[in-house]
């Protein structure tokens, strides 16, 4: 007897999870103070993350969002995760980068822009630098990285390599290692230079990745998330 009555707790409470679980829609044509329904999807991944239980699903529409998604919470048990998940069919990317336009010609191929630091928020990427005996880019590099139409330019640590480079020897893409950068910060903006050769960079798609993760929740214990094969795929690098 005691047996068939655990059994029906059981059931009972796999029947309330079902009913009870949730599927937020989220759309680069949203809005956050919609309700998240097919019909008023959310506008960021992030604002359903945080809303998110054990057992809701987070549909995510076309389009690229630039934002990261810090999980509020996570599942229960395998059965009972909290799933992220492109719509059916669907392209979604999730980037760590932003679009930066603006940028004044100083001479030839060369142009310059310079960005206040509020811009980064609490974390500049361009004054944050890597070391290691493995990082090998002109001797210095960030953590920022710039792109034109997705791909990644050199960082170096002179303007006259940005002038004047030259093909980096130990790349196998030696043509495209003269598309050269370089950063400073001081106490109130930053300012990079870069060499786009014979690009407009305010006619192209040019992003500056500006984020430390995608997709990462800033503290641990947050568990079973699934992040369906069909979704939500950070861009590569940026």
Known sequence: MKKEVYQLLILMLFIFSAVSAKEFHVSVKGNDKNNGTAAKPFRTVNFAAQLAQAGDIITVHAGVYREWINPKRGGTSDNNRIVYRAAAGEKVEIKGSEI???????????????????????????????YGDWCDNFGKSHTADLFINGKSFYETDKIEKVINPLPYEKTRDKEGSVYTWLCKVDTANTTIWANFHNYNPNRELVELSIRKTCFYPDRPGINYITISSRCCVPSQAN
């Open 100 to 130: 930066i336009t603006g940028w004044q010609q100083e001479a030839g191929g060369i142009w310059k822009i310079i960005l206040p630091n509020s811009f980064f928020g609490n974390y500049n990427p361009c004054a944050d630098l890597v």
